[in-house]
């Protein structure tokens, strides 16, 4: 198990210094469904300052709306110099849509719940497990704060596609993880990275 400062080290070392930017509450900010990027974007902005002493690059953040449907892309990448915005799909967990709705119903931060958990999440190194490239989470709330004891992670997943989606209506859950469509994953990661801030919330 990778201890806290082990976790910062990791995710430090191997990124240069991006610039600063200027300071959010709970996670509980409300739903971003129909928002335009400007909502988006003060979201993360916001989320980034309440977090100002954790996380180390701020330059892009990642953005999760699970009051959104699963078969809609929800998670958003912002890049905070540019004020650009691209969204793609993500899985929920399978604790926190027991019916497979594609609807988020609850959340969860107890081991073995499979669920997703809202909050900010400091990103940390890749490492190869059993779905291939993935990135650690470290959570940093209350509300996800057993997120690396529980292996929630950021990885790519063959349940996710706009095929299903548009097919099925939703896509497939995970175990907790935020996962991607594959063909997705490798930008996410490129762009994401470690020492950088994801953020899921939900009303």
């Not at 210094?17 to 469904?33: D, E, R």
């Not at 335009?36 to 330059?59: E, P, T």
């Not at 594959?182 to 994801?198: K, Q």
Request: glycine share 10%.
């Amino acid at each position: 198990m990778v201890n806290r400062r082990e976790f910062l080290g990791r995710g430090f070392a191997s990124l240069a210094a991006a610039a600063a930017l200027p300071a959010i509450p709970s996670w509980a900010v409300g739903p971003m469904i129909g928002s335009d990027n400007s909502r988006i974007i003060r979201i993360a902005r916001r989320a980034l300052d309440a977090n100002a002493g954790v996380v180390r690059y701020r330059d892009v953040v990642g953005v999760t709306d699970f009051a959104a449907a699963s078969r809609d892309p929800r998670f958003y990448l912002v890049d905070m110099m540019s004020g650009q915005v691209t969204s793609f799909l993500v899985a929920h967990g399978r604790g926190s849509d027991p019916s497979h709705t594609g609807w988020v119903q609850q959340f969860s931060n107890d081991p073995g719940s499979l669920a997703s958990s809202p909050g900010a999440y400091l990103t940390g190194d890749y490492y190869t497990g059993k779905h291939g490239q993935s990135m650690r989470l470290m959570g940093l709330e209350h509300s996800n704060s057993n997120a690396e004891a529980r292996a929630v992670v950021v990885h790519g997943a063959w349940y996710v596609s706009d095929e299903m989606a548009r097919d099925k209506g939703k896509i497939g859950r995970s175990e907790g993880c935020f996962a991607f469509a594959e063909h997705d994953l490798p930008r996410v990661l490129d762009r994401l990275g470690p020492g950088r801030l994801l953020y899921a919330t939900k009303l």
